[in-house]
């Protein structure tokens, strides 16, 4: 199984500055034939379920703010807040579709400062 | 607009069993894998299992494997989860989630969840 490790477990960020959050595989992801990394990020705020972010490492799905972009290949990936917004406030979660099972992060909760 | 909303949670003695189920709409459930993760209280994610657009292929995370079922009913628009000899350790929110068009996906949309509470 291919495990993934996120850090921080939190971090608190004042409103407008920039928030990052690390995802690390135990193997790497990118599947050479197509040059993909297969990563998704997601967001979950309290009572609610997970909301896709960022899927192929760094494509935003439709209707996400820039604010939000993901960066990495291999085994190494980052999720960044450009400008924290309140209803940012959330868990993060990375989750590896290269090989089953399925994989998910511990999570990071953004809080704000 | 694409909604999933899942059913048949509850509280279930250690070794019972429960079905769950999730009703499309919005889509047509026929195109996609659809896969089902879970969320113990408070912990992160984990993802079950998936079942291929016509049915014909499954998989599961070893920890439910050989208890748990996934199926679907394409002209239903539903997809189902069986699950037998329940324990506590799988107490948590189960989610119904679309995949693309292959096993190794990501998840979108989501439903809301139902809470499955396994306890004596």
């Known amino acids: 199984d291919i495990v993934m490790t996120q850090s921080p477990d939190s971090l608190a960020v004042s409103l407008g500055e920039r928030a990052t959050i690390n995802c690390k595989s135990s193997?790497?992801?990118?599947?050479?034939?197509?040059?993909?990394?297969?990563l998704a990020w997601y967001q979950q705020k309290p009572g609610q379920p997970p909301k896709l972010l960022i899927y192929?490492?760094?494509t935003r799905e439709s209707g996400v703010p820039d604010r939000f972009s993901g960066s990495g290949s291999g085994t190494d990936f980052t999720l960044t807040i450009s400008s924290l917004q309140a209803e940012d406030v959330a868990v993060y979660y990375c989750?590896?579709?290269?090989?089953?099972?399925?994989?998910f992060g511990g999570g990071t909760k953004v809080e704000i400062k | 607009e694409m909604q999933l909303v899942e059913s048949g949670g509850g509280l279930v003695q250690p070794g019972e069993s429960l079905r769950l189920s999730c009703a499309a709409s919005?889509?047509?459930?026929?195109?996609?894998?659809m896969n089902w993760v879970r969320q113990a209280p408070g912990k992160g994610l984990e993802w079950v299992a998936n079942?291929?657009?016509?049915?014909?292929?499954?998989n599961y995370v070893d920890s439910v494997k050989g208890r748990f079922t996934i199926s679907r009913d394409n002209v239903k628009n539903s997809l189902y989860l069986q699950m037998n000899s329940l324990r506590a350790e799988d107490t948590a929110v189960y989610y119904c989630?679309?995949?693309?068009?292959?096993?190794?996906?990501?998840?979108?949309?989501w439903g809301q969840g139902t809470l499955v509470i396994v306890s004596s």
């Open positions: 989630a679309r995949g693309p068009n292959t096993a190794y996906s990501y998840f979108a949309p």
């Open positions: 919005g889509f047509t459930l026929s195109s996609n894998w």
């Open positions: 079942i291929k657009q016509d049915g014909s292929e499954e």
């Open positions: 193997q790497s992801v990118l599947y050479n034939s197509n040059d993909k990394n297969y």
């Open positions: 192929w490492a760094s």
């Open positions: 989750e590896q579709y290269y090989s089953l099972p399925l994989t």
